[in-house]
């Protein structure tokens, strides 16, 4: 092993926000908000557990999946145990439902466009 991860970083137009939403997804807390520099922390400490950083990218193209052309550059995958409720939590928070599903998982756009994936089972 040649390190750890510290944090996964989202480009998109709105950090504050979109860290919101990814907060009010995961239980994650705001660990740093320099927001007047373009970037929002969720997560603990670094170097402790990894986290998700959200950085200001006012040019963003978003993902279009499944177009290839627009590919999805990183998605997540959270775990819940009752997909119907947590669709409805996602959709309500300002996700959006994707095209293509498996027996496990359901796909999503989150507010800025990144999909991800709610996993069940």
Not at 87 to 99: D, I, K, S, T
């Amino acid at each position: 092993m040649i390190g750890h991860l510290r944090t996964v970083v989202v480009d998109c137009p709105d950090p504050r926000a979109l860290a919101g939403f990814y907060a009010e997804l995961t239980g994650l807390t705001v660990a740093e908000d320099e927001s007047d520099d373009g970037w929002v922390t969720l997560g603990g400490p670094p170097g402790r557990h990894p986290r998700i950083a959200f950085q200001h990218a006012p040019d963003l193209r978003p993902p279009a999946w499944p177009d290839p052309e627009r590919p999805q550059q990183f998605h997540l995958d959270v775990q819940v145990d009752d997909i119907e409720v947590a669709e409805r939590q996602v959709l309500a928070l300002g996700a959006r439902r994707l095209p293509g599903e498996g027996d496990d998982f359901r796909v999503y756009a989150d507010p800025a466009g990144h999909p991800f994936c709610l996993v069940y089972q």
